[in-house]
């Protein structure tokens, strides 16, 4: 018996076969728990090569040797068995001799397997045709089907011909239409003809092998139940491809009037289309047609709204009794927010309001027009009978309320508590106040009672990955901590002490890693991850040697800035306990301690000097020496991206351990390493706290990556501008210019905190809207910014209620991007230009802004009536003096 076993082991497979074939079904199954445990002991060595030469054997005994048929499908979509290369011939051969039954159920297990196991479709079809069951129209099964059938054209046939000839043709077409994301499937073929998905279903519709209604009743359900885009366009081709008749279109108008509403683009132009035709050949009721118009006209798509406005013009024309309930669904364009959009809805209004006759719908235009921009509510007035606006009271821009940071809450006072708060570090990379006081209260309690900590702490280190007796995890740990790989984050923070007070890191490991000495710089963020970093480390290596009583650096806020009188406390505390100061640890707590409140520091100032120790005179020097001023910055505007370097800081390069002087030296967004370990971004919140009066450093630093987030489709950078926006110090070139990335970004969830981040400037009265408003336009007009990203941003800005401090942006950011208009010239204007020109002319109207705008006049008088006219004539009758009255 243990034979097989062994036979496996070498890899024999034609030989295990042989052996198999030669035994009972009782033989077989008494042999099945040594191949698990086999199983077993090769999943511990998967990859080395006498665990990839034994699997193609265990994967084949393994089905042989199992006499159900839900353990052979196990077996068959296990993960470790799917890359043993097994061709479903062989696993055939093997399962030949089962009853038709046990095979029918076997193809139907694997057939409900995810599509994900990687179940050959080969082997589900050969059990489907050798038990003469069913067909299974599983996710799984259909998408096999879909790859076979598309893969066969080396037969030389089309596809055409392929589903022709296929018996199960009927149930797999209908469970087609019930799978998600086939499309881009469907669309892995000719774009055109007999060799396409969409030509060739029509086909086989037009000549009998596929019912025609139950097709075009499928092909509507999809589309109306919506999916990925490539099904969108799968179906949408589809069901164009069988070219419904008048009668067949007339029958689904409820079908038609939904896809119209809620549908993507694409297909609720089709049905849009559909609704038309029926509309103008009289067989679509009025009431139906101001159903749907209500429902497109909501629609944002310029182009869906538009062609129903022409649709409602020509109904209008033809049949002059449909206005009572057709204008009323065209005075909800009325509150459009393309201004183009509302001249035309009101232009149809005006055409066709005489051919009212109920007093109650001129009374509902009447009111829908108060929605109409300034400019087009006055033709109303007389048109349709609206009422005059209102004398506008002062306008009063709405801001949030300046952030004020949170009070760090005191370490916890017993280690059940810490344990509970550091395992909830762990699991969230928490902020920095969970952070720090995490990182406070393992210094403390390492310094009261080891054992009691780790005894707290053992069902949060047990789950660590580097918690075992593997050897391979204690070289891994030594390798990502041994000075080797940089980038703390909180979870590789915190996991740096748990590990030093578990005793998996040696010593010297500790020692080499905060052992002074020039440090190599291989992206522009080391000089923040290496003070970030130089603490954790010795704070560390103090945990193993010396522990400390507690942190002097632990901020007194949210935002990373220290008291001066608490630090004042903890160093007299110190030198109460005769304990040694950590350098690092002092090193970041002079970076953290306010120094902008002069009185207050310098009344902390006089205190550490009566302390008569080394700290104590350096920190009444550093609270007595003021705020730093900050280096030039020089900006390169001819390159692309817009970047910003600046000089040194000596003040940051003086008395600071070797970590620290990075900080202080000259910075280049424009330097670009070889190699960057920052490229996940979780350490980036933590940044601003090193040097919480010094945002300049951090913008400039993490600059690039802004920049990356509008122009290379980065993610999650602009996390960290609000953390920006609410430290202290100037908020400079660097710092404007990493919003202007920010609001440019690709993601939303990055536009979103730029967007937060200029409210808190603006709110804080450090935003220079001349100086970012210009940013913006240059970066628009370089093409490092796009404009439908911006106006978004803009938009959502103003829709809080800072519709002057937009105003303000846009002033200086539209005349170069005006500017670059030719009078005459075919160059087009910038796409997107029109939708900044939207937001501009919104806040200017709400503004009460008044003045000239560079370059306007020009805009306004092109030819045409796209909406970069409409919204710059807007714009400029906005800002025209006589608007005022």
């Known amino acids: 018996m243990t034979s097989l076993t062994e036979t496996v082991r070498a890899g024999r497979t034609a030989e295990v076969i042989g052996l198999l074939g030669a035994m009972t079904v009782t033989e077989r199954r008494s042999l099945f728990p040594e191949l698990k445990a086999l199983r077993k002991e090769l999943r511990a060595t998967r990859w080395n090569e006498p665990s990839r030469r034994a699997y193609p054997a265990l994967y ?6 199992q006499t159900g048929a839900a353990g052979v499908a196990s077996w068959i979509a296990a993960a470790d068995m799917r890359w043993s290369g097994v061709s479903p011939a062989v696993l055939l051969r093997v399962l030949a001799d089962r009853e038709t039954g046990w095979l029918a159920d076997l193809a139907n297990r694997l057939a409900q397997r995810p599509a994900t196991a990687q179940v050959p479709y080969e082997l589900m079809s050969a059990l489907v045709r050798l038990a003469d069951c069913p067909v299974p129209t599983t996710d799984a099964y259909v998408r096999g089907w879909v790859r076979q059938v598309r893969g066969n054209w080396r037969r030389g046939n089309t596809l055409l011909e392929r589903l022709r000839t296929d018996p199960h043709l009927v149930p797999l077409v209908t469970a087609l239409f019930e799978v998600n994301d086939i499309g881009g499937l469907l669309e892995w073929t000719s774009d055109e003809g007999p060799d396409s998905w969409h030509e060739a279903l029509a086909r086989l519709t037009l000549e009998g092998p596929l019912d025609r209604r139950a097709t075009v009743d499928s092909c509507v359900a999809r589309l109306l139940r919506g999916g990925t885009n490539a099904d969108h366009r799968a179906f949408l081709r589809v069901l164009t491809s069988l070219a419904l008749t008048r009668e067949e279109q007339r029958e689904r108008v409820a079908d038609w009037a939904a896809l119209a509403s809620d549908a993507v683009s694409p297909v609720a132009s089709h049905a849009q289309a559909v609704l038309g035709a029926l509309a103008l050949h009289g067989q679509l009721t009025h009431r139906h047609l101001a159903e749907v118009s209500g429902a497109v006209l909501f629609r944002p798509e310029r182009k869906l709204v538009r062609a129903q406005l022409v649709l409602l013009g020509k109904v209008l024309a033809r049949d002059a009794a449909g206005a009572d309930e057709l204008l009323p669904a065209v005075a909800q364009a009325f509150g459009h927010e393309d201004a183009g959009v509302q001249e035309r809805a009101l232009k149809l209004a005006q055409r066709h309001v005489k051919k009212v006759h109920s007093a109650e719908v001129r009374a509902e235009l009447a009111l829908a027009a108060e929605q109409l921009i300034p400019s087009l509510r006055v033709q109303a007035v007389g048109s349709l009978g609206a009422a005059p606006a209102a004398v506008a009271t002062a306008y009063e821009e709405v801001l949030p309320p300046v952030p004020e940071p949170a009070r760090l809450a005191p370490a916890a006072a017993s280690v059940v508590e810490l344990a509970e708060e550091v395992g909830a570090a762990l699991a969230s990379d928490t902020d920095v106040t969970g952070f720090e006081r995490a990182l406070d209260g393992l210094v403390r309690h390492a310094h009261r009672d080891r054992d009691a900590l780790l005894q707290a702490l053992e069902p949060v280190i047990s789950r660590q990955w580097w918690d075992g007796t593997d050897p391979f995890h204690g070289l891994r740990l030594e390798y990502q901590f041994g000075g080797v790989r940089g980038g703390f984050d909180t979870s590789a923070g915190l996991d740096l002490l748990l590990a030093t007070l578990r005793g998996k890191l040696s010593t010297a490991t500790l020692r080499a890693a905060i052992r002074p000495g020039a440090r190599g710089q291989t992206c522009g963020h080391d000089a923040l991850s290496q003070a970030f970093d130089a603490r954790l480390w010795e704070v560390a290596y103090r945990v193993r040697t010396d522990p400390l009583p507690f942190l002097l650096s632990t901020p007194t806020w949210s935002t990373g800035l220290l008291e001066p009188d608490e630090l004042v406390e903890r160093l007299d505390a110190y030198r109460r306990l005769g304990a040694r100061v950590s350098a690092a640890d002092f090193a970041q707590a002079l970076l953290r301690v306010r120094r902008g409140d002069r009185s207050a520091a310098a009344a902390a100032a006089k205190r550490a000097a009566a302390l008569d120790t080394a700290e104590g005179r350096r920190l009444s020097h550093w609270l007595t020496a003021g705020a730093p001023v900050l280096p030039t910055v020089r900006r390169r505007t001819s390159e692309s991206p817009a970047l910003v370097e600046s000089g040194e800081l000596p003040e940051l390069q003086e008395d600071l351990p070797d970590a620290f002087r990075a900080l202080g030296g000259p910075s280049s967004a424009f330097t670009k390493g070889r190699y960057c370990s920052h490229w996940s971004g979780t350490p980036r919140p933590h940044w601003p706290a090193v040097v919480p009066e ?96 911006l106006a978004e941003s803009l938009r959502t800005t103003a829709s809080t209620g800072a519709y002057a401090t937009v105003w303000a942006l846009l002033g200086h950011a539209l005349p170069p991007l005006l500017c670059d208009l030719a009078a005459d010239g075919p160059a087009g204007p910038v796409r997107g230009l029109g939708d900044l020109l939207a937001v501009a002319a919104e806040c200017a109207e709400r503004s009460e802004a008044r003045g000239d705008l560079p370059h306007l006049a020009r805009a306004a008088d092109r030819r045409g009536s796209s909406r970069l006219v409409a919204e710059a004539r807007r714009l400029r009758g906005a800002l025209a003096p006589e608007a005022a009255a």
């Open 60 to 65: 084949v005994a393994g089905v042989a040797c």
């Open 694 to 789: 010094l945002r300049e450093l951090v913008a400039v630093r993490v600059l690039p990556d802004l920049a990356a987030a509008a122009m290379d489709d980065t993610r999650g950078a602009a996390s960290v501008l609000p953390l920006l926006a609410e430290s202290g110090g100037e908020a400079g070139e660097a710092t404007h210019l990493c919003v202007a990335y920010g609001l440019g970004a690709r993601h939303p969830e990055d536009r979103l905190a730029a967007v937060d981040a200029l409210l808190v400037l603006a709110a804080r009265g450090q935003l220079d809207s001349s100086r970012l408003g210009a940013d913006l336009g240059q970066l628009v007009r370089h093409g490092a910014v796009k404009p439908l990203r």
